[in-house]
C-alpha cells in the first residue's frame, strides 16, 4: 500500500505552509484525497505535482499559467496538440525571461557605472554614466531622449 502523508508531513517535507497546501486544494491545482474524517492525505505523485509547482513559481510563472496550462498528473495518451500548445507557452514565457535578463544586465552596468562615477567623479565617467542612462531610457521609451552631452549633469571635473 502507497504511503500517504498528512498535510503537516507535506508541509514540512517541501517547506511549504498548510495555508498554501489548503489553498491550492482548494482552486484545484493539486487535490489530494481525503480520509472519513475529511483530512486531505497525500500521496507521492501530490509531492511531486507540489515540486513542480514550487519550480514553476520560482521560473516566475503565476498560479493562473499552472493551473490553465499544466496538468501534472500523468496522462495516459497525451494529446500532441495539447504538447505543442504548451511548447509554445514554454518559449513564449522563456523570451519573457531572456527579455528580464537583458534588462537587469543593463541595470546592474548602470548600478556598477553609477557606483564608480561617483568614487572617482569626473567628466569622462560622467558621460560614460550618462551614454548608459540615455541607452537604457531608450529602451524605455523606445525613442531616443533629449539629454545634454556633456554628462547627466553639468559638472566639470
Known amino acids: 500500500m502507497e504511503k500517504l502523508y498528512s498535510i503537516q508531513e507535506v508541509s514540512q517535507i517541501l517547506g511549504m505552509s498548510k495555508d498554501t497546501l489548503r489553498y491550492y486544494d482548494r482552486i484545484g491545482i493539486v487535490s489530494p484525497s481525503r480520509e472519513d474524517n475529511r483530512y486531505r492525505r497525500y500521496s507521492k505523485d501530490d509531492l511531486i505535482d507540489l515540486m513542480n509547482i514550487q519550480i514553476m513559481q520560482y521560473a516566475d510563472f503565476s498560479l493562473n499559467e499552472i493551473r490553465g496550462k ?12 495539447y504538447c505543442v500548445e504548451i511548447a509554445t507557452f514554454l518559449d513564449a514565457k522563456n523570451a519573457e525571461t531572456r527579455k528580464k535578463i537583458a534588462h537587469l544586465e543593463k541595470v546592474s552596468l548602470l548600478l ?38 556633456e554628462g547627466c549633469g553639468e559638472h566639470q571635473d
Open 112 to 149: 556598477d557605472v553609477a557606483a564608480e562615477t561617483l568614487r572617482n567623479f569626473n567628466s569622462k565617467s560622467d558621460q560614460c554614466l550618462s551614454k548608459i542612462v540615455r541607452e537604457i531610457y531608450k529602451d524605455i521609451r523606445k525613442k531616443e531622449p533629449v539629454t545634454p552631452q
Open 70 to 81: 499544466f496538468n501534472f498528473r500523468k496522462m495516459e495518451n497525451i494529446d500532441p496538440t
